[in-house]
T-cell receptor
Framework: GAGVSQSPSNKVTEKGKDVELRCDPI?????LYWYRQRLGQGLEFLIY????????KSGLPSDRFSAERTGESVSTLTIQRTQQEDSAVYLC?????????FGQGTRLTVV | GIQVEQSPPDLILQEGANSTLRCNFS?????LQWFHQNPWGQLINLFY???GTKQNGRLSATTVATERYSLLYISSSQTTDSGVYFC???????????FGTGTRLQVTL
């Protein structure tokens, strides 16, 4: 596609429910990143995929968070048993070599 | 991991003024990039600048890799320049892009 696409744009969920966030990278981009941004804060690294290599999961904050990517296509970030502290904007980026391009983000609100 | 500090944290300018934003790294970095996050939250890639100087319109950036810093210059600022500016980089074989703390810029009329 023309740009990185994330869905949904907004998600409101009840505490304790599971959520899935989706990221469609730019076609041909081998690298894909997930970041979390709390209100008024910077970008917190979550996970990085590069081609078929093992992902860098060092930023996942707890075992409630997981992400998958098949090949160089779509990625899903799953948060199980959501907590209010999970409320944030979840940003996805992709890159072909170095320069990263971001999607518009998914705003997650846990009530 | 590397630490990335940006200064100043906040900046208010009148339209037409110039400004310099700074990014300091705790260790050598590769793939230094500057981003602008507009008031609607969208992150736009401004520069990929591992070393040297680049210019794009009213914006330019300089990275001195040996001294572990990068500068972003904004000339003749406009209200549309408002938002948060982030720098980011990675080190060696590390994969993740580490982001700085950001500089929040407000340009007023």
């Amino acid at each position: 596609g023309a740009g990185v696409s994330q869905s949904p744009s907004n998600k409101v969920t009840e505490k304790g429910k599971d959520v899935e966030l989706r990221c469609d990278p730019i076609s041909g981009h081998t690298a894909l990143y997930w970041y979390r941004q709390r209100l008024g804060q910077g970008l917190e690294f979550l996970i990085y995929f590069q081609g078929n290599s093992a992902p860098d999961k060092s930023g996942l904050p707890s075992d409630r968070f997981s992400a998958e990517r098949t090949g160089e296509s779509v990625s899903t970030l799953t948060i199980q048993r959501t907590q209010q502290e999970d409320s944030a904007v979840y940003l996805c980026a992709s890159s072909r070599r170095v320069e990263a391009f971001f999607g518009q983000g998914t705003r997650l609100t846990v009530v | 991991g590397i630490q990335v500090e940006q200064s100043p944290p906040d900046l208010i300018l009148q339209e037409g003024a110039n400004s310099t934003l700074r990014c300091n790294f705790s260790d050598s970095v590769n793939n230094l990039q500057w981003f602008h996050q507009n008031p609607w939250g969208q992150l736009i890639n401004l520069f990929y600048i591992p070393s040297g100087t680049k210019q794009n319109g009213r914006l330019s950036a300089t990275t001195v890799a040996t001294e572990r810093y990068s500068l972003l210059y904004i000339s003749s600022s406009q209200t549309t320049d408002s938002g948060v500016y982030f720098c980011a980089g990675n080190t060696g074989t590390a994969s993740k892009l580490t982001f700085g703390t950001g500089t929040r810029l407000q340009v007023t009329l």
